[in-house]
């Protein structure tokens, strides 16, 4: 475990970022900024190291483009809620609202965006903590969140999500690690293979991105990957779906086979052999491919492009807080919320 200073937050608070490690030489970097995933370092075909995540070299950057959310611990809810709005047993609860009328990731206030402390930490393992005051982000309750990263022999990356609030709450977390399997500061990601174990997704009504409530088959539209193919085989075909945000945007109703974690996707990169796949036990994974095109500059002065990266942020689903069509992600008072990612890499 090795510990360095990661610069100050604009109020004045240092941030750290720690790095743990297995014996076969992958590497992770996590900052208590956001319990934020700064950097995956994973050997390919050739035996260099490649880091695989997009990030920045410090906390500054991380503040300037905190609408980005990389690498980050995003809750208490991930993805969207229409018109910033909920309603728990009857009392409505008015949220921020950050992307047009609606909550996206909770705001400037979302846990994200804060300082966590460090609960524990192994050679291979850390665990930071946040304490989320009751309507800090305008969600009841006091809640506090732990989220423990553990890198393991099998050379993955094991998430392990714990919460639990003292008020009857939405909580919906997941990782926003934005990957690149040739390295961050690769070309984009287009030629990467991707299989998404979903036969249905949720289609959105616009490009405010809220679903319609609808969960409709993969059959026949560009968002059949079930059998795997090239992300940028079908992303500029013309289709409402990808009008609306300009590329992939939307969340795969996982095929679950079993109540616990499961594989729910996976990615080849042909250029440097690295496969990642992704297990879960949540029942949504929303595929994104970012299509901001002015840049951003990144680790190392990398100016990140539009689809440089891709991103598979296990969750429920959107707007599941309104949504009757869809399982809610409103947790009764006292009640653990616990859930389990795992990011695993191998080599071909």
Not at 7 to 20: F, L, N
Not at 36 to 63: E, P
Not at 117 to 136: C, K
Not at 256 to 284: C, F, M, N, T, W
Request: proline share 3%.
């Amino acid at each position: 475990m090795e510990k360095r200073f990661f610069g100050k937050t604009k109020e004045g608070r240092e941030a750290s970022v720690y790095s743990i490690s297995n014996a076969n030489g992958m590497e992770v970097c996590a900052s208590d900024y956001g319990a934020t995933v700064v950097s995956i370092f994973i050997k390919d075909k050739d035996k260099n190291r490649r880091d695989v995540v997009l990030g920045y070299d410090d906390v500054t950057y991380y503040q300037k483009y905190a609408t980005s959310y990389f690498g980050a611990t995003v809750g208490r809810n991930c993805n969207r809620i229409s018109n910033a709005c909920v309603t728990i047993d009857g009392t409505e609860y008015r949220l921020e609202a950050n992307d047009h009328e609606n909550s996206l990731h909770s705001g400037k206030n979302g846990i994200a965006l804060k300082i966590w402390e460090v609960a524990s930490q192994e050679d291979n393992r850390i665990t930071f903590r946040y304490v989320s005051p009751d309507l800090s982000e305008g969600f009841p309750g006091n809640m506090t969140v732990e989220v423990t990263y553990e890198v393991t022999e099998d050379n993955s990356l094991a998430i392990s999500y714990h919460a639990v609030s003292d008020k009857k709450t939405v909580i919906n977390l997941t990782n926003h690690c934005y990957f690149n399997l040739n390295g961050h500061d690769g070309a984009g990601v287009l030629d990467h293979v991707l299989q998404i174990h979903a036969s249905h997704y949720t289609p959105v009504a616009s490009a405010k991105a809220i679903p319609t409530g609808e969960i409709a088959d993969v059959e026949g539209t560009p968002f059949d990957f079930r059998t795997g193919k090239r992300i940028g085989q079908d992303i500029e075909a013309e289709h409402e779906q990808l009008s609306f945000g300009g590329g992939y945007d939307h969340n795969f109703a996982v095929d679950k086979q079993e109540k616990g974690v499961e594989e729910v996707a996976r990615v080849y990169s042909p250029e440097s052999g690295i496969r990642l796949e992704v297990l879960s036990d949540r029942i949504g994974l929303q595929l994104f491919t970012p299509n901001f095109g002015n840049g951003q500059e990144g680790k190392n002065g990398i100016v990140y492009r539009g689809r440089g990266a891709f991103c598979l942020e296990t969750q429920f689903f959107p707007n599941a807080a309104n949504e009757p069509n869809f399982v809610s992600p409103v947790i009764d008072a006292g009640v653990p919320f616990e859930s389990r990612t795992i990011y695993r890499f191998s080599v071909e």
